[in-house]
């Protein structure tokens, strides 16, 4: 009986972390130089041009590249959340504060587009995969938040997902002058955030809560 064909392995380690080098630096440096060229993000990230060039032709497949490995970040922190069965509120919470962490990774996060055109922007691109599916999973979060009274219901779904990148987006780059802790930014704006969209106690679901 002939011997077992060895199974072939993914990318070799070394492979790996030279392509999270490269996108690591590539988000620092598009980030301040949207201009910059190939062989400026392979010297920041301490490789070869040709290494890039073996991945990424240009410096769109590069920003592409680098919301999708965020996306896919997201992705695994929200089947964390999936896993461990949190409420709607704190599964949000959870993962706000997570993309607080990943967009410090990604510096380009903060001030590129994120690649999520709205449901009648027919000329922007489609998202890649990752990204559409943390885009539903955030949003079915919110709907099921709703359902259950967690979340106010009398204001549009969409909004808070929206909310939590503009607003992480806006903080992070305010922050990031004063070397603030991206975990607790992150923590302040799930706050915030999750405080103003959260129901009250006592209020009935569905409705708006007013205040003076």
Do not use: K, W
């Amino acid at each position: 009986m002939p011997a077992t064909e060895p199974r072939r392995r993914g990318p070799r380690a070394d492979a790996r972390r030279n392509d999270e080098l490269v996108l690591r630096a590539a988000a620092r440096v598009l980030a301040e130089d949207p201009r910059a060229t190939i062989q400026r993000i392979a010297d920041e990230a301490g490789v070869v041009r040709l290494t890039v060039y073996r991945r990424y032709p240009n410096r769109d497949a590069l920003r592409r590249a680098i919301f999708e490995t965020a996306a896919e970040e997201a992705n695994a922190v929200l089947a964390d959340v999936t896993a461990r069965d949190l409420e709607p509120v704190p599964a949000l919470r959870t993962l706000i504060v997570e993309m607080a962490t990943i967009a410090r990774r990604y510096p380009l996060l903060l001030v590129g587009t994120d690649l999520q055109p709205l449901p009648s922007d027919t000329r922007r691109p489609t998202p890649p995969p990752a990204s559409r599916a943390m885009q539903r999973a955030i949003l079915d979060l919110v709907r099921r938040g709703q359902h259950g009274g967690a979340l106010r219901s009398d204001l549009p779904a969409e909004l808070l997902p929206q909310a939590i990148v503009g607003t992480l987006r806006i903080t992070l780059r305010f922050a990031r002058g004063l070397d603030a802790d991206p975990e607790q930014i992150g923590a302040q704006v799930a706050d915030l955030l999750l405080h103003g969209y959260a129901t009250a106690p006592d209020a009935p679901p569905g409705r708006a809560v007013r205040t003076r």
